[in-house]
């Protein structure tokens, strides 16, 4: 899946169409990330675009896992089917940063499997957690907007 995309007033310049989080994915992400926290955690939300309102924890298989994360496959197979019995897809992946900014890494570019899925990072450093989304390519990102709704 990638960002869904409207056409501008000009009918030229893509946008992309802001994530919609719902408040009760977002929260239990971040407590995903809190819980899982010195280790860095992931999982992925899922729905209808633009909304994101189904969330799926994954566990973390890194033998790095303080400073890297990769998502047991098995899990990631099960979200998926769920997804698709509701008649969903997978419209974010997200993981955390536990002691670093919401900024993806190097190793988040070069590890990034999933080619235009929006990548959410949960940044723990502050209180509340700092969260942004990115699209990712192997030598940069982009910051995507999104918002919470209820």
């Known amino acids: 899946m990638t960002a869904a995309m409207d056409r501008d007033a000009r009918g030229s310049t893509p946008a992309v169409v802001p994530l919609e989080i719902t408040r009760a994915c977002c929260d239990a992400m971040i407590a995903h990330c809190r ?28 033998p ?31 993981h955390s940063h536990p002691r670093w900014e919401a900024v993806p890494s190097r190793t988040d570019l ?11 990072i949960v ?12 699209r990712l390519d192997p030598k940069s990102f982009e910051e995507l907007p999104w918002r919470l709704v209820p």
Request: hydrophobic content about 40%; charged content about 25%.
């Open 35 to 62: 819980a899982e926290s010195p280790l860095e955690c992931c999982g992925l939300l899922g729905g209808r675009p633009p909304r994101a309102s189904s969330f799926h924890p994954l566990p973390n298989v890194a």
């Open 64 to 94: 790095q896992g303080e400073t890297r994360y990769e998502a047991d496959p098995v899990a990631v197979i099960e979200a998926v089917r769920s997804l698709r019995d509701e008649g969903m897809e997978i419209l974010a992946i997200y």
């Open 110 to 120: 070069e590890t990034n499997y999933w080619g235009e899925m929006p990548r959410i």
């Open 123 to 134: 940044s723990l450093l502050a209180d509340p957690p700092e969260i942004r989304i990115w």
